[in-house]
């Protein structure tokens, strides 16, 4: 597959999750679409997924190679997809990501930024907290 179509492909990615539509993710997926190919501004598919809250995106690009814990370097958009799900309080999506292997103490920013537990009490999201917790998240000092 060339630049192109690889380009092509991303950018309906990226369109099917803007609008939540899972059956075109899969189907952009299936037909080659790279599960971590950053936007034009450095935004992940799974991190736009998981601010979303579209659990079933995000775990089409999981089971398709996306890493859990790949942080977001655009605008407005940074930080790890298990913060952006905490954050909203997404606790399908938090669950998904926990359930791939989603470290609940990454930290954002390169490890100097928030944890998603800060974010879901932040919200306040207690059952966002309550999965974050159950899964080993340690409160801030």
Avoid at 71 to 88: D, H, N
Wanted: aromatic share 4%.
């Amino acid at each position: 597959m060339n630049q192109r179509q690889r380009k092509k492909l991303s950018r309906r990615l990226f369109g099917a999750i803007l609008v939540g539509d899972a059956a075109q993710a899969k189907a952009v997926l299936h037909a080659g679409a790279d599960p971590e190919r950053r936007d034009g501004d450095g935004v992940t598919p799974l991190y736009a997924a998981s601010v979303q809250g579209a659990a079933d995106i995000v775990r089409l690009l999981l089971a398709a190679g996306a890493s859990p814990d790949a942080e977001s370097r655009g605008p407005g958009s940074e930080g790890t997809p298990l913060c952006a799900a905490a954050c909203w309080g997404h606790a399908e999506a938090v669950r998904e990501l926990l359930a791939y292997g989603a470290d609940p103490n990454l930290r954002e920013d390169h490890g100097t930024g928030l944890s998603p537990l800060a974010w879901a009490d932040a919200g306040p999201h207690p059952e966002t907290a309550g999965l974050l917790v159950a899964a080993g998240a340690v409160p801030s000092r």
